[in-house]
């Protein structure tokens, strides 16, 4: 092979991972053009977040808004399948890692999917509104096709344990503060509020905005996309099973399954029965 060979199948090999992430040499650490050593002190958690995600480093309201809405989806209790799953993989040998992959697997549409689903909802009623249209009304035309498309469910609304979720409100009043000071726009803020009107209205009882629809609120309004919105949740629930999964093996049970051996589950099979008597194989 030639030395023109030879280089273009270096830079080639060099070429195959490109990332405008992170930048690492010998002794050099470098993110979205930050040095590692000027990050390290003096950048929070949440910023870190941001600017590997978006590639710069977000305001002070920004961070704190993204913060608060990451910190209730850390835990809702070893009921929940994911936490449930971390304690039940620790107590069947798994150590601390296969645990949280086990428990984060199941984060998927049905269980930890409800986040991205309403910001896609939000970003629908968006389009359908315009730049001034009324958000009531657009909400109300997109509740519509879903229903006629045969959705039963509108993400981010009601909840099977919290008739009303508390988690919502303290992250609402933080989102108004920030539209008043201009932080975020305050758009989907008001969406959010649209389709609550509007289920109000079509409902026989409330249907109020759980922690899913206050979270997709601050997500769209901090212009993060859906599939990213879900991510966010992984990360912040991934700190529920890991402090799960490490109570779970300091308890030192073994082999727990989802619930305890002296309550039976319901059998649905047949009635006990006889195997049919085989036939004599002896010759006559």
Not at 34 to 54: A, C, H, K, S, T
Not at 149 to 166: E, M
Not at 185 to 214: C, H, Q, W, Y
Not at 264 to 282: E, F, I, M, V
Request: aromatic share 6%.
């Amino acid at each position: 092979m030639s030395e023109r060979d030879d280089a273009g199948l270096l830079r080639k090999a060099s070429e195959w991972w490109s990332t405008s992430i992170i930048d690492i040499h010998p002794g050099k650490i470098a993110i979205r053009g930050y040095p590692i050593e000027q990050l390290i002190g003096n950048v929070r958690f949440p910023d870190m977040i941001w600017l590997m995600l978006r590639g710069d480093l977000p305001t002070r309201m920004q961070s704190e808004l993204l913060e608060a809405a990451m910190v209730p989806g850390v835990d809702h209790g070893p009921h929940a399948p994911s936490i449930a799953i971390s304690r039940m993989a620790v107590s069947c040998g798994l150590p601390v890692n296969g645990a949280m992959a086990s428990a984060v697997n199941v984060l998927d549409d049905v269980h930890g999917g409800a986040g991205q689903q309403c910001m896609e909802m939000y970003l629908e009623i968006d389009a359908e509104a315009g730049a001034e249209g009324d958000l009531q009304r657009a909400a109300e035309a997109v509740l519509q096709r879903r229903r006629e498309a045969g959705t039963k469910i509108v993400p981010g609304f009601g909840h099977r344990f919290h008739p009303i979720d508390p988690r919502t409100e303290p992250l609402f009043a933080l989102v108004d503060r920030a539209v008043a000071a201009g932080a975020v726009s305050g758009r989907f803020a008001a969406i959010g509020r649209a389709v609550e009107t509007v289920l109000r209205n079509m409902k026989s009882r409330p249907i109020p905005m759980n922690i899913d629809g206050i979270t997709a609120v601050v997500f769209c309004e901090l212009g993060f996309a859906p599939e990213l919105g879900r991510g966010l949740f992984v990360l912040a629930r991934s700190v529920g099973i890991l402090a799960h999964a490490w109570e779970q093996k300091q308890q030192g049970a073994r082999i727990k399954g989802p619930m305890p051996k002296e309550i039976d589950y319901t059998y649905t099979g047949l009635a006990p029965r006889d195997l049919p008597a085989k036939p004599d194989p002896s010759p006559r």
